[in-house]
């Protein structure tokens, strides 16, 4: 079976765990923050993927790191995955979680460059504009980006519109070889 396939089994039963205990919305915060803290540290990735280092380590630096900033939900879940000897599939997990919590309450992740800063003016509109077009919540990141020369990106999930000057000459070059 796929890590894919088994990260969706654990995310999907930890949905249904927390939502008998009533912790949706804490549990939710917990696998962000578990998915932020394994994306910025590759050496805790590393320990966690390694097979030379036993499930009673890694078992207590997970709790090390997480015991005093998830909730016990979340905890008693990170130390099943430890005990199934799955840690190094906690990542995945915790990422299917988040994205199976997106579609679940109609929210989508939206990556949003620039090449200038927006105003929270702009940031507010086109999220507006955004939420009509996905007909979904959006969740924005914004970045910024020189090599656009002007304009916007935003990505979400599958879907990138691209109203950026890059693109506009990219499609005039193209028009003018092809005729």
């Known amino acids: 079976m796929s890590n894919f396939n088994i990260s969706t089994r654990y995310a999907k039963a930890l949905m249904e765990f927390a939502d008998d205990k009533k912790s949706l919305e804490l549990v939710s ?10 994306t910025n540290s590759k050496e ?38 430890n005990n199934k000897s799955r840690e190094s599939i906690l990542f995945d997990i915790s990422k299917r979680y988040n994205a199976i919590r997106n579609v679940k309450l109609k929210r989508v992740e939206a990556e949003i460059i620039s090449t200038i800063e927006f105003s929270d003016e702009q940031k507010d509109s086109l999220q507006k504009q955004l939420t009509e ?31 950026s000057v890059m693109q506009q000459l990219k499609k005039l070059r193209k028009t003018l070889v092809s005729n």
Do not use: C, W
Request: proline share 3%; aromatic share 8%.
């Open 29 to 38: 915060d917990d696998m962000i923050l578990v998915e932020d803290t394994l």
């Open 133 to 163: 077009f996905s007909q979904m919540e959006i969740i924005p990141t914004f970045k910024t980006d020189e090599s656009l020369i002007g304009g916007f990106t935003a990505k979400m999930n599958d879907t990138v519109i691209d109203a």
């Open 44 to 81: 805790l990735r590393a320990v966690l993927d390694s097979p030379v280092i036993n499930n009673e380590k890694k078992k207590s630096i997970l709790q090390e790191i997480f015991a005093n900033k998830v909730n016990k939900v979340s905890m008693e879940f990170i130390l099943f995955v």
